[in-house]
């Protein structure tokens, strides 16, 4: 199968640390991606990691992937308001790509 | 050219109408997805182009569901004879591969109410 699965809703403080947790079935991709989503709005691509790599650091971003688990983390550091959205992780990018529900991420003033 | 555009933003239309929708993707880009998404949930995938071939159309698209991309720019997406269940947000995304990485680049959508 392909799906991709992860926590419905996280709810964090300002100025924390949010970790929103995916697992995929399909290990096939060559890279994996995370989007973000804001009410009304498109997608957003927020960051990738090759599936080679264990880690990738982006300013307030950190991608850890773990291939034997098929886990795949984003942490975004110094969690802002501006970071309320709906994060979804995805395998693929060639041809179709398998979105989850993706997690809401509530950040509290 | 800053992106991909959707057209248009909102449509309301009443059950049995048919409606079409444009995307515009980033110039160079060769591919272009369409996607479904509805309340609480990730985004669908409906049919995908290479320029404009359309290689890959998932078992959501009804037979009232049709796609073009004639010129390998622009794309088209119409609903005929539409239902309430067409409800929805119509995402579409474009991109180009490089080097095994193909990123999506997704429009701000079109969010349709049938009644």
């Known amino acids: 199968g392909e799906d991709v699965e992860q926590s419905l809703f996280l709810s964090v403080r300002e100025g924390d640390s949010s970790v929103i947790n995916c697992t995929y079935t399909?290990?096939?991709?060559?890279?994996l991606y995370w989007y973000k989503q804001e009410p009304g709005a498109g997608l957003q691509l927020l960051t990738y990691?090759?599936?080679?790599?264990d880690m990738k650091q982006d300013q307030r971003l950190t991608v850890l992937l773990n291939k034997k688990d098929k886990h795949l983390s984003l942490r975004i550091a110094d969690t802002q308001t501006g970071d309320s959205a709906i994060y979804f992780c995805?395998?693929?990018?060639?041809?179709?790509?398998?979105f989850g529900t993706g997690t809401k991420l509530q950040v509290i003033p | 050219d800053t992106g991909v555009s959707q057209d248009p933003r909102h449509k309301i239309t009443k059950r049995g109408q048919n409606v079409t929708f444009r995307c515009d993707p980033i110039?160079?880009?060769?591919?272009l997805y369409w996607y479904r998404q509805t309340l609480g949930q990730g985004p669908e995938f409906l049919t995908y182009?290479?320029?404009?071939?359309?290689?890959?159309k998932s078992r959501l698209l009804s037979d009232r569901f049709s796609a073009e991309r004639p010129k390998g720019s622009f794309s088209t997406l119409e609903i005929q004879r539409t239902e309430q269940g067409d409800s929805a947000m119509y995402l579409c995304?474009?991109?180009?591969?490089?080097?095994?990485?193909?990123?999506?680049?997704f429009g701000p959508g079109t969010r349709l109410l049938v009644l």
């Open positions: 995304a474009s991109s180009l591969e490089v080097g095994g990485l193909e990123t999506q680049y």
């Open positions: 990691i090759f599936s080679n790599m």
């Open positions: 399909d290990s096939s991709s060559t890279y």
């Open positions: 110039s160079e880009h060769n591919r």
């Open positions: 182009f290479q320029n404009e071939a359309q290689l890959e």
């Open positions: 995805t395998r693929g990018g060639y041809q179709k790509v398998t």
